[in-house]
């Protein structure tokens, strides 16, 4: 603290106000993108913020027809349960991946779980299904790691439809309907840039 005070005492008035306006419109520009993202939209279990990209259209409109749409939301599958902390750490983490990846165009047009997340979908259908696989159809309990060793298959090795039937991208289903947000650039800005 005693290295920060005494540079902020050598700075002149001008230097002084100079860094209060860039620092004011450093952080200005990080929260406009934070609300261009619709980040605050991630904090909640709504599904229809995964539609805030594009490329997951035939996804969210492939679950919302399926049985998973009446029991389970996007992130009842896809995020980890086993505690408020690993959940919001996992969807930040994850979601920083994808917006860098939407940041430097490298988003594929079908977008695959990778080992972490294949990991979590696997360990939620596991704790959705417990019942079903224990004491119904028998097939015992089997883990994403248990699988990677070849000791059993993952859920989707049979079940590859459920919840998303099949979808690879956005050709397969060129009239899906799903609730595409609004722009969140003003009408002024929109106009000023046709």
Request: charged share 15%; hydrophobic share 35%.
């Amino acid at each position: 603290m005693n290295i920060l005070t005494r540079f902020i005492n050598q700075l002149t008035h001008r230097q002084k106000c100079v860094s209060i306006v860039l620092l004011g419109c450093l952080v200005g520009c990080g929260f406009f993108f934070l609300y261009i993202l619709r980040a605050h939209s991630y904090l909640g279990d709504d599904p229809s913020a995964c539609v805030n990209c594009h490329i997951m259209s035939p996804y969210y409109a492939s679950w919302f027809h399926s049985s998973h749409s009446r029991n389970a939301t996007c992130n009842d599958c896809h995020v980890p349960h086993e505690n408020m902390a690993r959940k919001y750490a996992f969807k930040g983490m994850d979601g920083m991946k994808h917006v860098a990846m939407w940041v430097t165009r490298s988003e594929s047009q079908s977008p695959r779980a990778g080992e972490e997340s294949s990991q979590v979908i696997m360990n939620n259908c596991i704790r959705c299904h417990t019942s079903l696989n224990t004491t119904m159809v028998n097939t015992g309990k089997v883990d994403y790691m248990m699988t990677e060793l070849g000791q059993g298959k993952v859920c989707w090795d049979c079940h590859r439809q459920v919840p998303h039937g099949g979808h690879s991208s956005l050709t397969e289903s060129p009239a899906t309907k799903v609730p595409l947000p609004d722009s969140p650039v003003p009408n002024w800005l929109q106009q000023m840039m046709e």
